[in-house]
T-cell receptor, first 113, second 117 residues
Framework: SQQGEEDPQALSIQEGENATMNCSYK?????LQWYRQNSGRGLVHLIL?????REKHSGRLRVTLDTSKKSSSLLITASRAADTASYFC?????????????FGGGTRVLVKP | GAVVSQHPSWVICKSGTSVKIECRSL??????MFWYRQFPKQSLMLMAT?????????EQGVEKDKFLINHASLTLSTLTVTSAHPEDSSFYIC?????????????FGPGTRLTVT
């Protein structure tokens, strides 16, 4: 089952603009992670934010986490055509049976040159 | 960084045959491996979790007799799709956890595209 819901489902922007996508989840988590996937390829890990962190930066990426609202956002600044991909949030849920990552539905981002 | 490989990267098989997909952690020992399935333009759905030397834990709705998972060593897990049907055509991705100092991070393989004709 999917834990996270992402919005928007698709996003089309011009090169140089910022792209923001949001992820909401339902249960308690250890951390939340963002991944990128180019069409038909494997996942690339972008950033991990722990449940006790509120914001994290990595290059042109900025991730926020609001555990009270059970939501996270990913901001890509100054987007490039190479950023065109699907972006997924994944929650590392606290489970008695052992932690596991559960993925959101993803946001398909198209950056037009 | 930790590397996970999958073999084959793509496979075409006939309906009714079985297909085995291998997932290897190349430079670390994976205490836990996960298998995901991804249909076109959809998200990854967790199929099962396997710990080395024990039986896999399957997610609700995943047939354990159809998707056989073996995690015989700390560096290898296999997924066998038995009696494959066209509806099993999908992108199968494994991931491994246990490497390095970050116990929360999962390392993903590049995926295997299965087409059943």
């Amino acid at each position: 089952s999917q834990q996270g819901e992402e919005d928007p489902q698709a996003l089309s922007i011009q090169e140089g603009e910022n792209a923001t996508m949001n992820c909401s989840y339902k249960t308690s988590i250890n951390n939340l992670q963002w991944y990128r996937q180019n069409s038909g390829r494997g996942l690339v890990h972008l950033i991990l934010i722990r449940s006790n962190e509120r914001e994290k930066h990595s290059g042109r990426l900025r991730v926020t986490l609001d555990t009270s609202k059970k939501s996270s956002s990913l901001l890509i600044t100054a987007s490039r055509a190479a950023d065109t991909a699907s972006y997924f949030c994944a929650t590392d849920e606290i489970k008695a049976a052992g932690n596991k990552l559960t993925f959101g539905g993803g946001t398909r981002v198209l950056v037009k040159p | 960084g930790a590397v996970v490989s999958q073999h084959p990267s793509w496979v075409i098989c006939k309906s009714g045959t079985s297909v085995k997909i291998e997932c290897r952690s190349l430079d670390f020992q994976a205490t836990t491996m996960f298998w995901y399935r991804q249909f076109p333009k959809q998200s990854l759905m967790l199929m099962a979790t396997s710990n080395e030397g024990s039986k896999a834990t399957y997610e609700q709705g995943v047939e354990k007799d159809k998707f056989l998972i073996n995690h015989a060593s700390l560096t290898l897990s296999t997924l066998t799709v038995t009696s494959a049907h066209p509806e099993d055509s999908s992108f199968y991705i494994c991931s491994a956890r246990g490497g390095g100092g970050n116990v929360y991070e999962q390392y993903f393989g590049p995926g295997t595209r299965l087409t059943v004709t």
